[in-house]
């Protein structure tokens, strides 16, 4: 099984500023990552994919990056509903898996 | 708009058994595959099955295997979770998920459903 590592599990900043949340794969999983955000009391919601690729929707503020093992979730100007939970996903393997969740907390 | 709705939690003795159902809407079902994800009080998502569109292809986490039987009926556009020998640690939120985009897989799962829970305890 794929294991996904999210750093740092929590991250306390303040609107405006950037956020940078990482995710590490115990293995290559090559560009088959995605994010996803989930705010307290909903469902989680597709943001990245593929790395890089935005879903239908999602503010052009929220950018990935990486491969292979290390990969990153940007968030360039955090807005106030940006405060939520981020995880990250492989799909390279059965069974998908998720990491462990990065909380971004207002400072 | 696409939409899927879930139902049929509650609260169930260990050993137990509970079939969860998701209502899809909003696009051709038969053409998408389909994801069941669970979330524990307070924790993180966890992956439990996927079929495919016509459903002749599953998967499932090791934790369920043998124990959850994913299906779908085209006709009601409803996919279904059958839990069997539950244990306390099943205790979850259960969200249905399509896959996200065009193609039968992508990987990704987009929308989510509101989720239905389900309680494991004497």
């Known amino acids: 099984e794929i294991v996904l590592t999210q750093s740092p599990a929590t991250l306390s900043l303040s609107p405006g500023e950037r956020a940078t949340l990482s995710c590490r794969a115990s293995?290559?999983?090559?560009?088959?990552l995605a994010w996803y955000q989930q705010k307290p009391g909903q469902a989680p919601r597709l943001l990245i994919y593929?790395?890089?690729n935005r879903a239908t929707g999602i503010p052009a503020r929220f950018s990935g990056s990486g491969s292979g093992t290390d990969f990153t979730l940007t968030i360039s100007s955090l807005e106030p509903e940006d405060f939520a939970v981020y995880y990250c996903?492989?799909?390279?393997?059965?069974?998908?898996?998720f990491g462990q969740g990065t909380k971004v907390e207002i400072k | 708009e696409v939409q899927v709705v879930e139902s049929g939690g509650g609260l169930v003795q260990p050993g137990g058994s509970l079939r969860l159902s998701c209502a899809a809407s909003?696009?051709?079902?038969?053409?998408?595959?389909m994801s069941w994800v669970r979330q524990a009080p307070g924790k993180g998502l966890q992956w439990v099955s996927s079929?495919?569109?016509?459903?002749?292809?599953?998967y499932y986490a090791d934790s369920v295997k043998g124990r959850f039987t994913i299906s779908r009926d085209s006709s009601k556009n409803t996919l279904y979770l059958q839990m069997n020998s539950l244990r306390a640690e099943d205790t979850a939120i259960y969200y249905c998920?399509?896959?996200?985009?065009?193609?039968?897989?992508?990987?990704?799962?987009?929308?989510w459903g509101q989720g239905t829970l389900v309680s494991v305890s004497s």
């Open positions: 909003g696009f051709t079902f038969s053409s998408f595959a």
């Open positions: 293995q290559s999983i090559s560009n088959k």
């Open positions: 079929i495919s569109g016509s459903g002749l292809n599953t």
């Open positions: 998920a399509k896959e996200y985009g065009l193609r039968e897989w992508s990987g990704w799962s987009d929308p």
């Open positions: 996903q492989q799909r390279s393997d059965w069974p998908r898996t």
């Open positions: 593929d790395v890089s």
